[in-house]
């Protein structure tokens, strides 16, 4: 119940930002709600600098299970370590210089797992049970 509650506490402060963003802008409205604001709002600074720190501090969590789940699912050796992991930073390095706008990064990865989620994954779900079905 805790969790619940705090994912929907959570989801209902995302959706709050993300409609006075909006309802602020229009379709004026960047992929990146923050660029929208000038560069002399001290407030629109101060989230920034806030969203540096987030993005900073949080992306050595999301990277750790990205490694560790494709050396998993390759069944890769430890000796495989180091090079895996430069490979998906330079893979991630080279998607953020690429992309400069978010919502064109959010649209292609959404068409691309929704796609997935509802024409590839339930394929390979039935290969699978089929295949390890004796």
Do not use: Q
């Amino acid at each position: 119940k805790v969790v619940a509650g705090a994912f929907g506490f959570s989801m209902i402060i995302y959706f709050w930002i993300m409609s006075v963003g909006y309802l602020t802008f229009g379709k004026a409205s960047e992929g990146l709600i923050l660029n929208n604001y000038s560069e002399k709002d001290a407030l629109a600074t101060a989230a920034r600098i806030a969203m540096g720190f987030a993005v900073t501090f949080g992306f050595p969590l999301g990277f750790t299970g990205l490694r560790d789940a494709t050396i998993s699912v390759f069944d890769l050796k430890a000796d495989k370590f180091v090079p895996v992991t430069l490979l998906l930073l330079s893979i991630i390095i080279t998607g953020g210089c690429l992309f400069h706008d978010l919502g064109l990064a959010n649209s292609l990865g959404g068409a691309v797992f929704g796609a997935m989620i509802t024409l590839i994954f339930p394929a390979l779900l039935l290969y699978y049970t089929a295949s390890s079905t004796p």
